[in-house]
């Protein structure tokens, strides 16, 4: 259930969809992050009323490994999109994606 409301697990499926037909990177991305938007909103709402744990628990799994995600991916972010690795990155990871899937 905590996959959930931290993301559906299908964006990389569709970001990278996206990119093998020809949209850009930064698009792929943004419309991937908008998709998982309800999914997140409706699974925390259905794991807070289905169980009994306090907010603060909640915050804490929740927001704590979002602040180190967004320092650690920010710079990588940055470092991947100047150099123009983005593609060949996605590449790899499909491919192990696609390894491990089967």
Same mark, same amino acid.
């Given at each position: 259930?905590?996959?959930?409301?931290?993301?559906?697990?299908?964006?990389?499926?569709?970001?990278?969809?996206?990119?093998?037909?020809?949209?850009?990177?930064? !698009? &792929?991305?943004? %419309?991937?992050? @908008?998709?998982? =938007? +309800?999914?997140? /909103?409706?699974? #925390?709402?259905?794991?807070?009323?289905?169980?009994?744990? !306090? &907010?603060?628990? %909640?915050?804490? @799994?929740?927001? =704590? +490994?979002?602040? /180190?995600?967004? #320092?650690?991916?920010?710079?990588?972010?940055?470092?991947? !999109?100047?150099?123009?690795?983005?593609?060949?990155?996605?590449?790899?990871?499909?491919?192990?994606?696609?390894?491990?899937?089967?």
């Amino acid at each position: 259930m905590l996959e959930t409301f931290i993301g559906g697990g299908f964006g990389p499926v569709v970001v990278s969809g996206q990119i093998i037909f020809n949209h850009s990177v930064r !698009s &792929s991305v943004a %419309i991937g992050d @908008i998709a998982e =938007i +309800p999914v997140c /909103i409706i699974g #925390l709402l259905v794991f807070a009323a289905f169980t009994r744990i !306090s &907010s603060s628990t %909640i915050f804490i @799994i929740v927001c =704590i +490994p979002a602040v /180190i995600g967004s #320092l650690i991916g920010s710079h990588l972010t940055v470092m991947i !999109s100047q150099q123009n690795y983005a593609e060949k990155i996605i590449g790899i990871v499909m491919v192990m994606l696609g390894g491990q899937s089967l």
